[in-house]
């Protein structure tokens, strides 16, 4: 229901291959994730893990690692 309220159906659709992904965040970033397994890492914090089903938040102006273990498909929201 929460996803529902928060329109992840309507957000763009994203297809990321297993590998490393560095990405910097300028505005908050929520993704949901559609299928896949991976790690997301942080500078200095523990590395958190995400698979299909979980909904994930990158804070403003984060630099981060997403570790794909596996292919993700992802939907997502700037801003």
């Not at 990321?16 to 991976?38: D, F, K, L, N, W």
């Not at 942080?42 to 102006?61: C, H, K, N, Y």
């Amino acid at each position: 229901m929460k996803l529902d309220v928060l329109g992840v159906e309507d957000w763009p659709l994203v297809v990321e291959p297993a590998g490393r992904v560095v990405r910097h965040c300028p505005t908050t970033e929520t993704s949901y994730i559609v299928s896949g397994v991976g790690e997301i890492n942080v500078r200095g914090e523990e590395s958190v893990p995400f698979a299909a089903g979980d909904l994930v938040t990158v804070m403003p102006d984060t630099e981060c690692a997403w570790d794909i273990t596996e292919e993700i498909e992802r939907h997502y929201y700037k801003g």
